[in-house]
């Protein structure tokens, strides 16, 4: 099992940037790719970045690159999402995952990740 807790959502105003964190805990040597994903009302879950834990490939979303950037902090077990230039449209709750060896094949897609985080909300007003 690996457990995974969100932190650093909060509320600002467009343009502004975030960091959201992601510690992960327990078999955490199974991973091999975690993910930031992203969930509005009403709309589907969007995987908008991951990263492979062992040569750290690094995959986004269209509609965030160059906005957002996964990085990893393995001797802390923590995954990191840098954001800039937020948009109203970035609000949303954002689920930090990981998986197994096949979520490296489709990374951006919610399926193949094993475990999931709780939450951290993001609202951005214009």
């Known amino acids: 099992q690996v457990q995974l807790v969100e932190s650093g959502g909060g509320s600002v105003q467009a343009g502004g940037s975030l960091r959201l964190s992601c510690a992960a805990s327990?078999?955490?040597?199974?991973?091999?790719?975690m993910g930031w994903f992203r969930q509005a009302p009403g709309k589907e879950r969007e995987g908008v970045a991951a990263?492979?834990?062992?040569?750290?490939?690094?995959y986004y979303a269209d509609s965030v690159k160059g906005r957002f950037t996964i990085s990893q902090d393995n001797a802390k077990n923590t995954l990191y999402l840098q954001i800039h230039s937020l948009k109203p449209e970035d609000t949303a709750s954002y689920y930090c995952a990981a998986g197994g060896s096949y979520s490296v094949e489709y990374p951006l897609e919610a399926y193949v990740y094993n475990y999931w985080g709780q939450g951290t909300q993001v609202t951005v007003s214009s």
């Open positions: 327990g078999y955490t040597y199974s991973t091999s790719c």
């Open positions: 990263i492979s834990t062992g040569g750290g490939s690094t």
